[in-house]
Each structure stands twice: as structure tokens, then as C-alpha cells.
């Protein structure tokens, strides 16, 4: 399979720990994207990588977050000091740079803290 | 700034009635359009997108959409809803000067009785 993957598909933490997700995108895209999705809510901003530098970052994205992309290819998203307000779907998409801005997601990780 | 509205997040259709899904969007450059269906627990699937060009847009499983810009609207329609239909959708609007970021409505809730 060549589409973009995330690590792992689920992760229940307890409030306080720290978590990390891996993202995969698809090989030749240098464009990655970070969404957080909450139940019954649509997909929301929360950064994007050009290659490996980190160009836009949403107002979402708190201290507690840092998302890293060091060799322009996988990405890491972390959350320090889990609280329950972060529970949500964690979404990965990569782009080619194309003009139509189609963006390809991955299936998601899943967070719950306890 | 972008933004999308989903009007209705529930949508209850009979199958084989017409399915529309409305949304309207808010954009200060010439926007690219895009609906993507989402079924549980998955990620975000590309149905249609709208670029440049034929206001009418063709997509997968027998989905389409109009760009209306007198409107500000894309709504999705299909002509006979099947079973397999029912997802969540999302509407959404890229914005070119940020990378292509994806703004994404609160998304509809397709339900098909039999």
C-alpha cells in the first residue's frame, strides 16, 4: 500500500503522559498536513511541512503540541501533558504541491485520555 | 479568511431518492471546492474537487456537484441513494496562499432507510 500510513491506529493514555504519532506520507510528497477531528465536528487545521520546514502552525496547537519533520519525508506529532480536552481523531494528509490542492489522508490515530 | 458551512449535519434520505448535501462557502480568491466522504472510523476519501474550468463537477460512486459563484455554494447531489452511501461528508475549501490548507464544514451525516 502506498498511502499516506499513521502510527499507531489507537492510543489510551492516561492525563498527564505524553504521546506520539507517527505519519507516513505518500513517498513523493513533499507537502504534510496535521488535522485534528473531533466527534461530529469536521477535520481542523493544526500544522503543515513543506519538505521539513514547518510553515504554518493554527492557533490550536499549544505549547503542549510540537509536530517534527526532520528529513522531509515521516512526521511526529507529539502531545506533552495529555489532558481529556485532547481526545480526538488526529488526522496526516500530504499533498504533491499540485495546483488543485488535493490533499490525501491517512486513516487516522485515534487518542483517548483517561 | 475561508470558511465552509454544511447546512443540515443530519440527512436522512429513502434509497434510490436523490441525495443533496448543501454547502456554502466563504472566500476572498477564486476558491477550489472539494467534497470527501469519511465512513467510520477511516480516513477522508475524495469524492470531487473543483478547480478551474466546468462548473459541473463528476465524482466517484456516482456523485456531483455544481460550483456556483453567484451563490457561494457546491452542493452534492446524486440521483439515486444506494445503501453503501451512508458516510459522513465534508465539504471543504483549500486556500492556495497557505499551502493549500484544507477549511472544512462541520460535515453532513448521510443516512439511506431501505
Known amino acids: 500500500d502506498t498511502g499516506v500510513s499513521q502510527d499507531p491506529r489507537h492510543k489510551i493514555t492516561k492525563r498527564g503522559q505524553n504521546v506520539t504519532f507517527r505519519c507516513d506520507p505518500i513517498s513523493e510528497h513533499n507537502r504534510l498536513y496535521w488535522y485534528r477531528q473531533t466527534l461530529g465536528q469536521g477535520p481542523e487545521f493544526l500544522t503543515y511541512?513543506?519538505?521539513?520546514?514547518?510553515?504554518?502552525k493554527s492557533r490550536l496547537l499549544s505549547d503542549r503540541f510540537s509536530a517534527e519533520r526532520p528529513k522531509g519525508s515521516f512526521s511526529t506529532l507529539e502531545i506533552q501533558r495529555t489532558e481529556q480536552g485532547d481526545s480526538a481523531m488526529y488526522l496526516c494528509?500530504?499533498?504533491?504541491?499540485?495546483?488543485?490542492?488535493?490533499?490525501?489522508f491517512g486513516e487516522g490515530s485515534r487518542l483517548t485520555v483517561l | 479568511a475561508q470558511s465552509v458551512t454544511q447546512l443540515g449535519s443530519h440527512v436522512s434520505v429513502s434509497e434510490g431518492a436523490l441525495v443533496l448535501l448543501r454547502c456554502n462557502y466563504s472566500?476572498?480568491?477564486?476558491?477550489?471546492l472539494f467534497w470527501y466522504v469519511q465512513y467510520p472510523n477511516q480516513g477522508l476519501q475524495l469524492l470531487l474537487k473543483y478547480t478551474t474550468g466546468a462548473t459541473l463537477v463528476k465524482g466517484i460512486n456516482g456523485f456531483e456537484a455544481e460550483f456556483k459563484k453567484s451563490e457561494t455554494s457546491f452542493h452534492l447531489t446524486k440521483p439515486s441513494a444506494h445503501m453503501s452511501d451512508a458516510a459522513e461528508y465534508f465539504c471543504?475549501?483549500?486556500?492556495?496562499?497557505?499551502?493549500?490548507?484544507?477549511?472544512f464544514g462541520g460535515g453532513t451525516r448521510l443516512m439511506v432507510k431501505p
Open positions: 494528509a500530504s499533498s504533491g504541491g499540485l495546483a488543485s490542492g488535493e490533499l490525501f
Open positions: 511541512f513543506q519538505n521539513e520546514a514547518q510553515l504554518e
Open positions: 471543504a475549501v483549500s486556500d492556495a496562499n497557505a499551502g493549500n490548507m484544507l477549511t
Open positions: 472566500s476572498s480568491v477564486p476558491p477550489y
